[in-house]
């Protein structure tokens, strides 16, 4: 009952997403991690980016520390897990207009040796215009 509300609450999450700015999910140790903002697409200034990280058959993966930056010179900040259902989330400060690089750090927990990074590239429009 429990995973059926999980999967309920990411499927209408799916359904109600804009299809054209959804990216591609990417794949680590079989673990699906997908991106969206929230706006979608992300605009100047405070953007929420929203990390998922399932297995397969839409199973929550809950032992990782997933951590967040848009230039390889910043400080990653760490995204807080939402409950235990594999979504992560954090603001992220979008600072210029275009295409810009998410990175986003992957560590699998309790030793945190296990790790790598995704990019995902996010169009961020001038002026917060689509």
Known sequence: MKYSLIFLCCALLAACADEDTQLP????????????????????????????????????????????????GDEWVQAIQDGRTGIYRRGVEMTEPGVQTLFVQLQRLPDKKEQTVLRFPLTIPSNGQK
Do not use: K
């Open 25 to 72: 999910p990417q794949y680590w140790q079989g673990v699906e991690i997908a991106v969206e903002t929230r706006p979608n697409p992300p605009r100047l200034g405070v953007t929420e980016v929203l990390v998922s990280a399932t297995r397969p058959g839409r199973v929550a993966e809950h032992s990782l520390l997933i951590s967040l930056r848009m230039r390889d």
